[in-house]
């Protein structure tokens, strides 16, 4: 789903695309049609028309001798709704350890580099492990044990 969502994002990104897009809402053209709309060979409309169709985002209609074009206006829908449900996502509780979010990578697993770790905010921590109050210590590792307490003591 992501890869598709990426696909038409690209695809309208190009403003003749998205010029196309916007003249097919309005009305159904065939080619000469929106050629002529847009200053444009036929030819060149034809490519981007077929770009468009790859991405699902128009159709063609045979009409007598000449294709007419319409927008897909349930996939524009879709993508619509998922660009508002993206704007509806939870921003990440503060301290969190961005290498704990990071299934690639273990904070523990660096031992004495607690510090280092590259919290989300680390203007909260101090400069060295051993400086590192117990409550910064649980904003950044939980109720998990400090991977440097043991060089402390």
């Known amino acids: 789903m992501t890869a598709e969502i990426v696909q038409i994002l690209k695809t309208l990104s190009d403003e003749t695309r998205f010029e196309l897009v916007k003249l097919l809402l309005t009305h159904d053209f065939c080619v000469g049609a929106l050629a002529q709309h847009l200053g444009l060979s036929e030819a060149a409309v034809s490519q981007h028309l077929k770009l468009l169709r790859e991405a699902g985002l128009v159709k063609g209609e045979k009409r007598g001798y000449w294709t007419h ?44 580099k607690m510090c280092d770790c590259k919290c989300q905010y680390p203007e909260r921590l101090k400069g060295r492990p051993e400086e590192c109050t117990p409550e910064q210590i649980k904003e950044c590792h939980g109720d998990e044990k400090h991977p440097c307490e043991d060089e402390k003591k």
């Open 69 to 112: 074009y319409m927008v897909e206006k349930k996939k524009l829908t879709e993508l619509a709704e998922l660009l508002s449900e993206l704007t509806n996502l939870m921003p990440c509780p503060e301290s969190v350890c961005i290498k704990k979010i990071n299934a690639k990578s273990d904070c523990h697993k660096e031992g004495a």
